[in-house]
Nanobody
């Protein structure tokens, strides 16, 4: 089992920045991919960014050039630096951890609100 905990959400004005952090604990040796998803009211959960243990990262088209995902394998953490935030980035952001056995673990989510 892997436990996942997020932090760093909040309220920011359009054009501002926020950094989300996620820490995994428990059976961390099994972790392969770590990433961030988001779900806005009335919409389905969508992938924002993911990064594999070996380093490749992929981003949703809507956040490319604005968001950067980074991972520390020694600390079992993954961060999401979000710049040039837009109102449409408003959502509940979830950290996801995927194991080599294809098990998925989710955090409880952290709210990001972009509003003036």
């Amino acid at each position: 089992q892997v436990q996942v905990a997020e932090s760093g959400g909040g309220l920011v004005q359009p054009g501002g920045s926020l950094r989300l952090s996620c820490a995994a604990s428990g059976s961390v040796f099994s972790i392969n991919v770590m990433g961030w998803y988001r779900q806005a009211p009335g919409k389905e959960r969508e992938s924002v960014a993911r990064i594999w243990r070996g380093g490749p990262a992929i981003y949703a088209d809507s956040v490319k050039g604005r968001f950067t995902i980074s991972r520390d394998n020694a600390k079992n953490t993954v961060d999401l630096q979000m710049n040039s935030l837009k109102p449409e980035d408003t959502a509940l952001y979830y950290c996801n951890v995927g194991s080599y056995s294809s098990a998925n673990y989710w955090g409880q989510g952290t709210q990001v609100t972009v509003s003036s």
